[in-house]
């Protein structure tokens, strides 16, 4: 009797494939903008050293939002568990899973 729960969850990440994918796209934007704006800023050796490791670490989140799957992120998100490093984390693919590089 699993089945229709099932086939409604498909049916929910297929339907929010699009609109994840072009919220992925304004939010990598966004951060672009963060990045550029925080390697451009002046002051002090101390501030400019901050806003490099800022810098780094939002490219990181921009290199991790790219690996993402859609699917994987409405799962997520319709499991009521949304949490940037747990969605992000690498996990271990099972024996005979493809792995991208």
Do not use: W
Request: aromatic share 2%; glycine share 4%; net charge positive.
């Amino acid at each position: 009797m699993a089945q229709p729960a099932t086939l409604n969850l498909n049916n929910e990440v297929v339907k929010m494939r699009k609109e994840v994918k072009r919220i992925r796209v304004l939010v990598i934007r966004k951060l672009v903008r963060s990045v550029g704006r925080l390697k451009s800023k002046k002051g002090t050796e101390d501030a400019l050293l901050k806003n490099q490791r800022r810098a780094q670490r939002l490219l990181e989140e921009i290199h991790a939002m790219k690996e993402l799957k859609p699917d994987i992120v409405t799962k997520s998100a319709l499991g009521d568990d949304i949490n940037f490093e747990k969605i992000c984390k690498k996990r271990v693919p099972a024996y005979g899973e493809f792995q991208p590089p």
